[in-house]
């Protein structure tokens, strides 16, 4: 089984482009920041070592789209899909091998209220905040007006 699920925040905005032929299909490429479980090594010189991984990924069509469209650089997002392996020879004559995960489905890790736990973070993303209802109180409930009789609301 090849099953891949990650979470992690976008280095940057998606890059994507569009396949030719009789039906265009958008391919997005971007690159996730997934942090490590554990501890960080330190190495001899006291620095901490990486303590992320730079995974990249790869989603196509209506998911390409939707990378496009909604995901910026630093949003933290939740991806499952499949490893891909593949290899090419580059301009210098060296073989390169590649791992990308391309994408099954792919969403949204945070709020749009959220930014993570820290108002600020190393990608520069800050999310918007969403005004509160007018109607709501200090305590986030709505605020029922008098006169509405309690036989109308579907719980006791």
């Known amino acids: 089984m090849n099953r891949v699920i990650l979470m992690g925040r976008l280095t940057r905005d998606p890059e994507v482009r569009y ?3 009789e039906r265009s299909m958008a391919i ?8 490590r479980r554990g501890r960080a090594r330190s190495n001899q010189d006291g620095d901490q070592g990486q303590t992320a991984d730079f995974i990249n990924i790869v989603a196509f069509d209506r998911a390409g789209e939707f990378a496009e469209k909604y995901f910026r650089q630093g949003m933290r997002v939740l991806v499952s899909g499949r490893i891909q392996t593949g290899s090419y020879t580059n301009r210098e004559g060296q073989r390169v091998y590649t791992t990308e995960v391309i994408v099954d489905d792919q969403e949204f ?5 959220s930014g993570g736990g820290d108002s600020g973070n190393s990608y520069g993303y800050q999310p918007t905040s969403r005004p509160a209802p007018s109607s709501a109180i200090g305590d986030g ?7 509405v009789e309690d036989e109308g609301l579907p719980f006791n």
């Open 141 to 147: 409930f709505m605020n029922i007006p008098d006169g």
């Open 109 to 113: 890790a945070d709020s749009k209220n």
């Open 19 to 21: 396949s030719q032929g």
């Open 28 to 35: 997005a490429r971007y690159t996730l920041a997934v942090d």
